[in-house]
């Protein structure tokens, strides 16, 4: 873009901005390139560049991501918001408690570089948790991985475990009624093929190729969480 047009450019961004009284939270610096436009926030003096979606309709207010200025309902409360993250709250539970967006929360703790005092395997911990507690509830289509269970209870977990591969060593029958499985068909079949851990992960047993054993999916089912003796005393 050459002086003359970027000189156009400028001239129009800034009537714009007038006409849409966004002066009365920030000051218009200038047009740059790539449709970037700077401005200074009159409430804490931070400069960055915004794009123009503003002046084309696609945003409805301009808002400093430093201070929350520009912002018709929590600006005033971003300290409040950031003193309740750095005691120790994550960014979900602040969102949650102030009903804000997620990412909003995000910028406000990477621009001022606040902390909860969390590391990051607390995290990824907890976060775990919740997805193993998300994925055990009835109706979840979503159920973790054998291998996920078992590493987030810090079990063996090896991978490359295929109900193919495990027919490919075991044959096709059931280990636990001696019975063919029928691998061609509806997977949700009774009769189809699935992985059983002959110590279930539930009981300390980890997803390996020594705790695994073809069953049938009703037998898998029966079986449930039960062990050696409890399974056998219960087919009595």
Same mark, same amino acid.
């Given at each position: ?7 156009? &450019?400028d001239d129009k961004y800034r009537r714009m901005f007038y006409e849409l009284g966004l002066d009365d939270n920030f000051e218009y610096i200038g047009f740059e390139k790539k449709d970037l436009i700077w401005f200074r926030c009159k409430k804490c003096g931070a400069e960055a560049p915004r794009g123009n979606d503003v002046f084309k309709g696609r945003q409805t207010k301009l808002l400093c991501k430093n201070c929350g200025n520009g912002m018709k309902k929590f600006s005033p409360e971003v ?95 059931? &280990? ?12 949700? &079949? ?47």
């Amino acid at each position: 873009m050459n002086d003359k047009r970027r000189q156009q &450019a400028d001239d129009k961004y800034r009537r714009m901005f007038y006409e849409l009284g966004l002066d009365d939270n920030f000051e218009y610096i200038g047009f740059e390139k790539k449709d970037l436009i700077w401005f200074r926030c009159k409430k804490c003096g931070a400069e960055a560049p915004r794009g123009n979606d503003v002046f084309k309709g696609r945003q409805t207010k301009l808002l400093c991501k430093n201070c929350g200025n520009g912002m018709k309902k929590f600006s005033p409360e971003v300290e409040e918001i950031l003193a309740f993250y750095t005691a120790g709250h994550t960014v979900t539970e602040t969102s949650e408690k102030f009903g804000i967006e997620k990412s909003t929360v995000n910028n406000w703790v990477k621009v001022r570089r606040a902390t909860n005092g969390r590391t990051f395997e607390q995290g990824a911990t907890e976060s775990n948790q919740k997805r193993a507690a998300e994925a055990s509830w009835p109706g979840n289509k979503h159920k973790l991985s054998h291998y996920s269970r078992a590493k987030m209870r810090g079990l063996p977990a090896e991978e490359g475990i295929t109900l193919k591969k495990l027919i490919e060593r075991d044959g096709i029958h059931c &280990a636990i009624c001696g019975l063919p499985c029928f691998y061609d068909g509806d997977y949700l &079949a009774a009769l189809y093929p699935s992985i059983d851990h002959i110590v279930p992960i539930s009981k300390g047993g980890g997803h390996t190729w020594a705790n695994v054993q073809l069953a049938h999916r009703i037998c898998n089912m029966k079986k449930s969480n039960l062990v050696g003796k409890e399974w056998n005393n219960g087919n009595d």
